[in-house]
């Protein structure tokens, strides 16, 4: 990154290529207005949602750091002496001489591991959405310029954002394969070294960049124009590969393989479900017609026993019966011996059983996550590979695409928002044991 011309002079010149666009051509002006657009919707959206979800956190860490000051006061009270005095020898047997036993130490409760995931995916997606951003410097000026501190800044977070998003969805989809199909939790500190070190891999691509190519100075510069906005120079085909492509197909083919299974898996328990549940439906209206048989024949054999007792009252009491007249049904039906029983019979048929819902609270909607992250990242990434076989691919393909791959961030927040709400936007749910907790709070779905 150089802006003196004294430092520019040290570089040699830029292909045609890569070199600065101005004014800009039409089809690139509205590609890009496109692209700041969906990323300013992606930048908000994202942005919005990881500031609450950091409120989130600060608050749960100090509830928590509360609840455990308030544990250790209460545990750390003093004790009720009923010794009243008298020596330890006067206790029966040696139970007295023995010390308390130690309090047992309460578990330290952990954010849940989904949200520290998605927590970071957000933070990519920011990366990648500022980065489209940016595009309305060059709309403003309509000119590309390279050797600026915009196109440089621009070319870094198009590398890290591209790089962390695809990382981050990778980690998701394998502690979601752990969780749903293993049915395994990692530790905690597990996800933190995760976590940490995929940023760090991620920072790591970026450094090795420019320092193997010294900023490009053999080209040019390093991170300069392509096609339509601000990345790493098209002379280093090789490391666009190795340090950016290289690691998008891997995450998009783990990605793609993980959900497969976890679909195959959930699928195969919900067949396991409904053929558990037909033959204890079955079994259930058998059982209700059983009892529709026993309680006819009880209600007839008491009808008659009634009807006895009546014909044998109305011989010891003519005059009763003489008064009571058409109402002897009536009364013989409110009789004590009378027991009317109304059964309703239901036939089921395997047809009026509804699959079971998925177990584990896992939602169908969540196979949706790899599908978005190909259909918005895979175009760009091909677009790129295509060019480096030598195909002429048309700047109109790579706006399209680079509006696609900027829409991840708003696609994912209104993804998780519709599928997790209650896990993001409850705010009891930032625990592993809150509503995130259990198979929730191990994987997500």
Known sequence: MADSSSSSSSYRPLAPESDTLSPLPGVHRRGLIACTVLGCLSFVTSTTVFLYLTVKFVRW?????????????????????????????LFVGDEAAKPPPPPLKKKRPHPNQFLVLIYNLLLADIHQAASFILNAVWVGRDALDVRTATCWVQAWLIQTGDVASSLFITAIAVHTYLAIVRNYTPPQWTVYTAVVALWLFNYLLLVLGVAITDNGKEYGGFFVRATAWCWINVRYEGLRLYLHYLWIFVALAITGALYTLIWLSLSKRQAAAIKAQLPAANESSTNINEQSNDDTTTNNHNRTISTSSSLGKSHLHPSTTAVSGPSDSTAAAAAPNTTTTTTTTTTTTPEQHPPPPLQGGHHKAFLLYPIIYIFCTAPLALGRIATMAGVDVPVSYFVTAGALI??????????????????IFSSDAVGEHGLGGGREGRGWG
């Not at 006061?73 to 020898?89: F, I, K």
């Not at 900027?406 to 896990?423: A, I, K, Q």
Request: glycine share 8%.
């Open 61 to 89: 860490h100090i509830r928590t750091r509360k609840q455990a000051r308030k544990d250790a006061e209460n545990s750390g009270s003093p004790q009720v002496d009923l010794a009243l005095g008298l020596a330890e020898r």
């Open 406 to 423: 900027t829409s991840n961030g708003w696609l994912d927040v209104l993804l998780w928002g519709v599928t997790r709400h209650r896990l």
